[in-house]
């Protein structure tokens, strides 16, 4: 398993923006696709975004396109969110995770099942 440790929430007001980082332990991050997932009060959680072991195709949840952009950099073990143009909608603890499954960030539901290690999450808290 990867160790992850998310960073970068906090408290914005709508239309700003916040960067959300997590940092992987260990030597093999490349090996994994990563993916963001949110969990707003008395809702499930949801992907938000997924990028594939290379980088090279990314996932995002319908109502984040355009707005939030996913990536990486496998020589800082290290992906990111930036996340603009902030609804109170987004508010919710945001989780990093990764997955060993080949087709994480290309296609699929992109479940929370199918990401085997998590971090402890941050918050993000958008102001209307």
């Known amino acids: 398993q990867v160790q992850l440790v998310e960073s970068g929430g906090g408290l914005v007001q709508a239309g700003g923006s916040l960067r959300l980082s997590c940092a992987a332990s260990?030597?093999?991050?490349?090996?994994?696709?990563m993916g963001w997932f949110r969990q707003a009060p008395r809702k499930e959680r949801e992907i938000v975004a997924a990028?594939?072991?290379?980088?090279?195709?990314?996932y995002y949840l319908d109502s984040v396109k355009v707005r939030f952009t996913i990536s990486r950099d496998n020589a800082k073990n290290t992906v990111y969110l930036q996340m603009n143009s902030l609804k109170p909608e987004d508010t919710a603890v945001y989780y990093c995770?990764?997955?060993?499954?080949?087709?994480?960030?290309?296609?699929?539901?992109?479940?929370?099942?199918?990401?085997?290690?998590w971090g402890q999450g941050t918050q993000v808290t958008v102001s209307s």
């Open positions: 995770a990764a997955s060993t499954l080949l087709r994480i960030g290309y296609w699929g539901s992109h479940s929370p099942t199918d990401f085997g290690s």
């Open positions: 990028i594939a072991r290379s980088g090279g195709s990314t």
């Open positions: 260990g030597r093999t991050f490349s090996s994994y696709a």
